[in-house]
Structures are given as structure tokens and as C-alpha cells.
């Protein structure tokens, strides 16, 4: 495998990271507050659809973010009513939205587009372009440094950029201010943030708004950078994939970076068999690498690859003592 073939793997891995590592966050900050959230994969599918769809009517790619972070917000509203408020069972609530969205979605769409449950093809303003970085044309011819620089690190659309800047900032949330501390702590041990005279619902309720507008922003890569339509079931999964990357990263947002680069790099090594026949000198089935990050996502929820602890509340509502 050559140098140019490797990094244009590494490029792919990058772009399939990407909604991965929007949703993994997503879910870090939900279930370090203690609500455990499978609905991710329901709110991406949701964000996808109405980003697209909007994206399309309007014109702006920006009208279409802001639709699909309004529509998971709302699922997460739903989700968080559910278990919250309600204190319902939080894996249920999340299976619910999920069938919601994967149904609801095509509904609308034939609805809106009539064509078979897919939105128009998006160009122009409607879709997220490529961004180069400075100088990247003029470093492109030297060794090494060059292509990394102009065909690596430049030319992704800016929510790419979005999703990496997201890692540290996450961080620094969590672990360096008082609301991350909080926010922690409620995972852990609610009774205590309750006595210390501070609301647990609002925490929650911060948490699972994080949620949604994280799962916004991973659905409408899919549907407006990743690629430039909705069609049906367009995540494909990636909700899941993503709880398997948060519980692989035990809940921790450096780890999860890495993690997701992990399943981006799978999924990009299915769209080039001919770069791993040409390393392993041996024909690999496509099948068999398209099933590469899911068979990871078993072995990882079989807990294969190591114990990861929970928050100790998370998925159990909180009854305020009286």
C-alpha cells in the first residue's frame, strides 16, 4: 500500500468518524448525568431528514442545521419528559424514539417530496463544501508534510472541524468547570447534589439538551456533508456504534476521539478492499468488511475488551426526598 492510498484512507476514516464522534459525545454528556440514552441513532435519523429536507426547500445549509438540531432537540424534550419528569424507564423511551424517527421520517418525506421516501439531491448553498486551509496548495508538493497538511487535515466541510474542536471542549466542560462537576456528580450520586440545594432536573435536563443538539449536528453531517440527501435508515446504525465507542472510551472524551477514529477507519477500510488485499495478500469478502464495525461493537458490548464501569445512577430516575 503506498503512501498516497494510506492516506486517502486515513481521509475517508476522518469523514466516517465524524457523525460517530458528534453522537458519542452526545451520549457522554447524557448518561455522565445518569440518563442512559439508546434513542441516539432515532435523533441522528430525525436530524438527518429535517436538515435535508429544509436544506432543500430553502436553499441554506445553515436553515437545514438549525432544523435538524431543533428536530433533535425535540426528541430529546421527548426522551427527557419520559425519564425525567416522568421516570419512565430510560431504555425504552430511547427504543421508542427510535422506531419514531426511522418511521416518521420516510412518512414525511414521501409526503413532502414524493420520491419514495428520499429528498431531493442537495448542491450549491444547500450542502456543507469543502474548506481549504491556508497555504494548503502551496505546501501540497512537499514530502510527506505536504499531502498530510492539503489532502488530510484540509478539505473538510466545517463540521468536521466542529466535531474535533468539540473533544477539548467537552473536556474542559467536564472536568474543569463547576457545571461539568455537577453535572458528574449527578451521574453518580444525585442525592448528594440534591442536598447541597441543586436541582437535579435542570442538571438532567441540561444534559439531555447537550444531547440534542450534539445528535443535530451528527445527523445533519450525514445528510448535508457526509453526503447531499436523506434516504431512509441513513444512519445506518451509527447510533449504536456510537454507545459502543462511549463504553469502549469508558466514558471519557479523549478516549472516545480516539475510539470513533477506530470505527471510521473500519468502515473506510470496506470502501477499499483492493488497499487490504493488496497488505494482507488475501481476497477479503466486502461483506465481511462492511461487518467490521459492528462485529467490533459486539465484542465491545460483550465487554471483550475490558471492563467500563457506568456512572453508578445512571438509568435509575431520581425520587427527591421529602
Request: glycine letters at 10%.
Amino acid at each position: 500500500m503506498d503512501f498516497l492510498t494510506l492516506l486517502q484512507i486515513f481521509d475517508s476514516s476522518v469523514r466516517l468518524a465524524t457523525p460517530l464522534l458528534f453522537a458519542c459525545l452526545a451520549g457522554l454528556f447524557s448518561e455522565r448525568a445518569g440518563i442512559f440514552d439508546i434513542g441516539l441513532e432515532g435523533k441522528m435519523l430525525a436530524a438527518a431528514f429535517f436538515s435535508a429536507a429544509f436544506a432543500a426547500i430553502s436553499g441554506s445549509v445553515w436553515v437545514g442545521l438549525l432544523a435538524g438540531i431543533g428536530a433533535s432537540l425535540a426528541l430529546s424534550l421527548v426522551h427527557g419528559l419520559a425519564s425525567i419528569t416522568f421516570r419512565g424507564n430510560q431504555l425504552i423511551s430511547g427504543v421508542a424514539i427510535n422506531f419514531l424517527a426511522a418511521g416518521l421520517t420516510v412518512l414525511i418525506a414521501q409526503s413532502w417530496f414524493q420520491q419514495g421516501g428520499r429528498t431531493p439531491s442537495l448542491s450549491g448553498n444547500a450542502r456543507f463544501n469543502e474548506i481549504t486551509l491556508p497555504f494548503a496548495d502551496a505546501v501540497r508538493d512537499i514530502p510527506y508534510f505536504g499531502p498530510i497538511y492539503a489532502d488530510l487535515i484540509s478539505g473538510h466541510s466545517i463540521l468536521v472541524y466542529v466535531a474535533f474542536l468539540t473533544v477539548p471542549l467537552t473536556w474542559y466542560l467536564l472536568f474543569r468547570t463547576r457545571f461539568g462537576l455537577r453535572l458528574r456528580a449527578v451521574g453518580e450520586n444525585p442525592a448528594a447534589v440534591d442536598t447541597a440545594g441543586i436541582s437535579v432536573l435542570r442538571l438532567r435536563y441540561s444534559a439531555v439538551a447537550i444531547c440534542g443538539v450534539l445528535c443535530g449536528l451528527s445527523g445533519a453531517y450525514l445528510a448535508t456533508g457526509l453526503q447531499a440527501l436523506f434516504v431512509k435508515d441513513m444512519s445506518s446504525g451509527r447510533g449504536f456504534i456510537a454507545l459502543a465507542a462511549l463504553i469502549f472510551a469508558k466514558w471519557r472524551p479523549w478516549y472516545a476521539l480516539w475510539a470513533c477514529l477506530l470505527f471510521g477507519f473500519l468502515q473506510a477500510l470496506s470502501l477499499r478492499p483492493d488497499a487490504v488485499e493488496a497488505v494482507t495478500q488475501v481476497k477479503v469478502p466486502g461483506q465481511l468488511l462492511d461487518a467490521l464495525p459492528y462485529i467490533l461493537t459486539v465484542v465491545i458490548l460483550a465487554g471483550f475488551v475490558g471492563k467500563a464501569i457506568p456512572p453508578r445512577a445512571g438509568g435509575e430516575p431520581y425520587v427527591k426526598e421529602r
